[in-house]
T-cell receptor, first 111, second 115 residues
């Protein structure tokens, strides 16, 4: 079936840099997308979401961009901090109240 | 985490034994979900329930069973029929039933190891 995937499995940045995590999706009918952060040994935590009728949404230090033309989703983290080190998952609304998750990108932030 | 509790945090099981993982939420959410996560992998949906006394199979339901007798509880049983049960199990809940775009809230997870 259709699934969500990620371009980069690991992203290493320096503290203070901006980080961009990318995600490609294949289901053009998806109408909702969400980013989660997962620290080691813990459950995923909601970061930000976006509906398909929007191109951009901003939160605190995070921005999600949606390009429906090329079916691409990105998460931008401004002024990355060591506490941002985690695995980041994108997910799409794949059906009736369910989400399909990508494999995740590990973000490593060096001091 | 966010009103969802899972127990135990770590669980060890001998081959051939059934084991039940607990998931409780006090968020008054209608929908609940069970996912399995393997190392370096994303989350795969096992079962989900949108309302009490009703549940649906996810992508990898074989070897698992669930019940939803109460709104706040959604236990998962890993049966001996599950050939590779060692994994990190995550429970989630979501406000509202049916379609829509509500986020899912996750519990802290249970790490199951088969000895």
């Amino acid at each position: 079936g259709e699934s969500v995937g990620l371009h980069l499995p690991t992203l290493s940045v320096q503290e203070g840099d901006n980080s961009i995590i990318n995600c490609a999706y294949s289901n053009s009918a998806s109408d909702y997308f969400i980013w989660y952060k997962q620290e080691s040994g813990k459950g995923p935590q909601f970061i930000i979401d976006i509906r398909s009728n929007m191109d951009k949404r901003q939160g605190q230090r995070v921005t999600v961009l949606l390009n429906k033309t090329v079916k691409h989703l990105s998460l931008q983290i401004a002024a990355t901090q060591p506490g941002d080190s985690a695995v980041y998952f994108c997910a799409e609304n794949s059906g009736y109240s369910t989400l399909t998750f990508g494999k995740g990108t590990m973000l490593l932030v060096s001091p | 985490d966010g009103g969802i509790t899972q127990s135990p945090k770590y669980l060890f099981r001998k081959e051939g034994q059934n084991v039940t993982l607990s998931c409780e939420q006090n968020l008054n959410h209608d929908a609940m979900y069970w996912y399995r996560q393997d190392p370096g992998q994303g989350l795969r949906l096992i079962y989900y329930s949108q309302i009490v006394n009703d549940f649906q199979k996810g992508d990898i339901a074989e070897g698992y069973s669930v019940s939803r007798e109460k709104k706040e509880s959604f236990p998962l049983t890993v049966t001996s029929a599950q050939k590779n049960p060692t994994a990190f199990y995550l429970c989630a809940s979501r406000m509202g039933i049916g379609g829509g775009a509500n986020e899912q809230f996750f519990g802290p997870g249970t790490r199951l190891t088969v000895l």
